[in-house]
């Protein structure tokens, strides 16, 4: 080896020693990081914050009720796994509040928000309820958790992390308004937060659907994945080892409908996406790329939990999953328990009292089992639980209306507006509450108020049609009726599932109801009255946009003029005062039979179908092409037309294929 070879290969040995100490000297920094990060999660609380009943699934209380949930059981378990691990992080998805009596010291209080913090959430976002409130409601939620950390100096805040709101664009004074209230609680896009050397960047997003979901939000919000594609380039440049986002969208089997998964796809160096709004279970986390995307359920019944540790590729591999039952099993932290103590003494002397209520005052007692709230709605048919509550709007409308009671031909309650179902044994007034949570009526009171509209016999057919074609795609549109039955084949053309139609009368307050004896037919043109919550009514036009159109109902009032703000016609009784959906549902459960023990019985009837939705389940060519509507006879048309096309195309294609055979023979024979 010449002289110069020996200098080369110096040199090369010299610049490889060197990357080697270097690289030393990387992974020696990365293992002073912890290697084991513990994400916890929650999301769709829905102001459960204290236990709830749930029906037992284990061996020894299976059917029986039983308590889940509640913060002084997140409290507990939190505490613990920060012990465990101290690259501990907790963060919230959203749709933390409306849900329980809670809600209804949302604005004063912030409850929800408020003792967030103090089970040691990290980082939450919005989701579409938290507009419930509207503007000045949300407003004045932040402002009160800002006051509530200024009187308590042990009190910290969950960071509130929201990226895609271009208020540039929501320019209104609403909006300002809750700008304003963003800024002064210290709101951001996105933040860093920095534990045992392991730097995690979090935004949060709300999603398409559930700004459908948010009706009184007022807010046009930015698409959450060129949102997340301008955030993540901003988290490199911060350094952060993890990029976490807190979705408010959720999943779905439907792949074009399931936007975190979408997102997931668009923006691969997301390492996690923590998925509301679908209150979307994953006993398993959906493993797109090198991003995990996970879902706890609702209601705090589980505290979801990842553990990531470093890959090979720079990037996070999953090293556990759970889902923590917060069950029984469980002990409640007693600081968190002597807080939501007070809060409930508030909610009695601020809120219930008008009402003549308290929250642990005995309304009934059940005996029947109704679906589960997880369970509710999955399935296109009747259900009683929905029919007990349309039947408590035309009890509750009778009462409130007396002498000047103009007959309800049809009461409507969507799946997307139950919030929880009855278990066996007691029901109380926080219990009926539960079930009918949701909102806030423009007396500024907690609650939706029921609304009264009319429609044309045509237009109940439509409803029907809704119902059959529509709630299988958005299933919180599902329809459950008092008044009215309809027979649907789910095999029929979409958009041409009903096949029959007819009015049952009132049948309210009847101990047993033979609905399918006593239809009468649907007039056309025939006004008739409908009750329905406010929300629900509000949610009329998102229909219309999942049918392009196709389905349109036209809200009018008694005179047959059109309705432009529903809340001219919300119901109120002899005092003025607004109808609330929950309201109704108490009293109901207040008017039924009592028993011995003189406490009101839920009636045997609501333990069966009664035949207000009937499913004709034929296959048969009759069956699913015979009386079809103009929307059928349209495709029909489409499918001939194509049909015609294909025949004449196949015709050419064969004549040609023979003349050139012809004309082969022809050549072969010279």
Not at 27 to 35: M, P, S, T
Not at 308 to 317: F, S, T
Not at 343 to 359: A, H, Q
Not at 372 to 388: A, K, N, P
């Amino acid at each position: 080896m010449n002289f110069r070879k020996r200098v080369r290969s110096a040199v090369l040995l010299v610049i490889l020693l060197c990357s080697l100490s270097v690289g030393s000297v990387v992974a020696g920094e990365r293992n002073e990081k912890q290697d084991t990060v513990t994400l916890l999660f929650t999301h769709d609380i829905h102001s459960r914050l204290d236990e709830y009943k749930v029906q037992g699934t284990g061996e020894q209380e299976e059917g029986e009720t039983v308590f889940a949930g509640g913060f002084a059981r997140l409290k507990t378990r939190i505490d613990e796994r920060r012990a465990a691990n101290p690259a501990t992080f907790v963060f919230d998805g959203g749709d933390f509040s409306m849900g329980t009596l809670y809600q209804t010291i949302y604005e004063t209080q912030a409850a929800e928000l408020t003792m967030l913090g103090r089970i040691g959430v990290d980082a939450t976002t919005f989701g579409n309820h938290e507009f419930d409130y509207r503007a000045e409601g949300v407003s004045n939620m932040f402002r009160s958790a800002v006051r509530n950390a200024g009187e308590d100096e042990t009190l910290t805040l969950p960071q509130f992390l929201t990226a895609n709101i271009d208020w540039e664009k929501n320019d209104s004074k609403d909006n300002r308004m809750i700008q304003q209230a963003l800024e002064d609680y210290g709101s951001k896009e996105y933040t860093v937060i920095e534990r045992e050397g392991i730097r995690v960047g979090v935004y949060g997003v709300l999603g398409e659907d559930a700004e459908i979901c948010a009706p009184e939000s007022g807010i046009d919000f930015d698409d959450i994945v060129e949102t997340s594609k301008r955030v993540v380039e901003e988290l490199k440049k911060e350094d952060v080892d993890m990029i976490v986002c807190l979705s408010h969208s959720g999943t779905s089997e439907e792949e074009d409908a399931s936007e975190d998964e979408i997102l997931a796809e668009e923006v691969p160096e997301i390492d996690v996406i923590i998925s509301g709004h679908t209150h979307t279970t994953l006993e398993e986390p959906i493993i797109s790329g090198d991003t995990v995307i996970a879902s706890a359920g609702s209601y705090g019944r589980n505290l979801g939990e990842l553990e990531l540790v470093p890959a090979e590729n720079g990037r996070w591999k999953l090293a556990e999953y759970r889902l923590n039952s917060m069950d029984e099993s469980v002990e409640q932290d007693k600081e968190i328990e002597n807080y939501l103590s007070e809060y409930r003494s508030v909610i009695d002397d601020e809120y219930l009292s008008r009402f003549g209520y308290r929250m642990e005052q005995l309304l009934a007692e059940n005996t029947i089992p109704f679906t589960q709230i997880d369970d509710f709605g999955d399935e296109l048919r009747e259900d009683t639980l929905g029919s007990l509550i349309a039947d408590s709007y035309v009890y509750a409308v009778k009462k409130a209306e007396g002498a000047d009671y103009v007959p309800v031909d049809l009461a409507v309650v969507a799946s997307g507006v139950v919030r929880d179902s009855f278990q066996k044994g007691e029901i109380t007034v926080s219990d009926a509450f539960n079930v009918s949570a949701l909102g806030i009526g423009p007396d500024r009171i907690t609650g939706y108020p029921l609304v009264s509209v009319y429609l044309t016999g045509k237009e109940l057919k439509t409803v029907a049609e809704i119902d059959a074609s529509i709630s299988p795609i958005m299933t919180y549109a599902q329809i459950y009726p008092s008044g009215m039955s309809w027979t649907f084949n789910p095999n029929r053309l979409i958009l041409n599932r009903v096949t029959g139609t007819g009015m049952t009368g009132d049948t309210v307050g009847e101990e047993e109801a033979f609905i399918q004896d006593n239809l009468t037919e649907i007039e056309d043109d025939k006004l008739y009255r409908v009750v329905s919550g406010l929300y629900s009514a509000q949610m009329l036009g998102a229909v219309e946009d999942k049918s392009k159109g196709i389905l349109k109902l036209t809200p009018k009032n008694a005179e047959g003029e059109v309705i432009t703000d529903f809340e001219d016609y919300i119901i109120r009784d002899g005092e003025g005062y607004e109808l609330k959906e929950w309201y109704a549902l108490a009293g109901y459960l207040e008017s039924f039979t009592k028993n011995e023990k003189g406490i009101s019985q839920i009636p045997v009837r609501y333990s069966e179908e009664e035949g207000r939705k009937v499913i004709h389940d034929s296959a048969g060519l009759a069956e699913v092409l015979g009386n079809p509507n103009r929307f059928a006879l349209a495709v029909y048309g489409i499918a001939l037309s194509l049909a015609g096309l294909l025949a004449a195309a196949a015709l050419y294609a064969a004549r040609k294929r023979k003349r050139r055979k012809s004309e082969k023979k022809r050549e072969d024979k010279k």
